[in-house]
């Protein structure tokens, strides 16, 4: 265990203000930012005011309340007040999206020290600054590989997560415009026009 954190401090590596790889650090790789906010959710539109009479009667009124209530039982939809903002969809907590690449720098560094050793083995006559360089070899293209691979772990959890989130927005949108359809037919079936 000592020869492998000998390795990893020969190497260059360090886990704490920045990866550094045989003397070439990450300062060239910007980290990304959490990714932009989703556009916001399509507004559900308030109910459709009936145009039966020119002032609201207590019998509009009503029917107007049972046919919401129907549209929400019939499609799970429950639009916001009117004058409410719209219900964001909840966004998905990000996971694991930082320290990726570090971390795969650190497990394949970790990874290569232990192959180094391993062939250290096979070579016990070599001379010990040839056995200290292919270590250090060993050591840096263990790192290099291993935050390659963080990297592409970290994108393809953003793709996946983006995925998911537009996903449920389709899926509002149709119950909206389902509970929408739902309302009109049920007032259009008392004889309001709902336009």
Same mark, same amino acid.
């Given at each position: ?29 910007? $980290?990304? @930012? *959490? ?8 507004? %559900? #539109?308030?109910? =459709? !005011? +009936?145009?039966? /009479? ?13 046919? $919401?209530? @129907? *549209? ?8 916001? %007040? #009117?004058?409410? =903002? !719209? +219900?964001?969809? /909840? ?105």
């Amino acid at each position: 265990m000592r020869r492998i954190l000998t390795c990893l401090a020969v190497s260059g590596l360090t886990l704490g203000g920045g990866l550094t790889l045989g003397g070439v650090g990450t300062a060239g790789y910007a $980290q990304t @930012a *959490a990714p932009a906010p989703a556009p916001p959710a399509v507004a %559900a #539109p308030a109910p =459709a !005011p +009936a145009s039966a /009479a020119p002032a609201k009667t207590p019998q509009q009124a009503k029917d107007e309340s049972e046919c $919401q209530m @129907a *549209a929400t039982q019939a499609t799970g939809y429950i639009p916001p %007040a #009117p004058g409410a =903002a !719209p +219900a964001q969809p /909840a966004q998905a907590a990000p996971q694991g999206h930082h320290g990726q690449r570090l971390g795969g720098a650190a497990r394949g560094a970790a990874a290569g020290a232990v192959v180094a050793e391993v062939q250290d083995n096979n070579y016990p006559n070599a001379p010990g600054e040839v056995k200290d360089e292919y270590r250090e070899n060993q050591v840096q293209t263990g790192a290099a590989v291993g935050m390659m691979a963080g990297g592409a772990r970290k994108r393809q959890d953003r793709r996946q997560s983006m995925a998911a989130q537009q996903q449920a927005q389709a899926q509002a949108a149709q119950k909206q415009q389902a509970w929408t359809q739902t309302y009109k037919g049920c007032l259009t079936q008392r004889g309001y026009k709902v336009g």
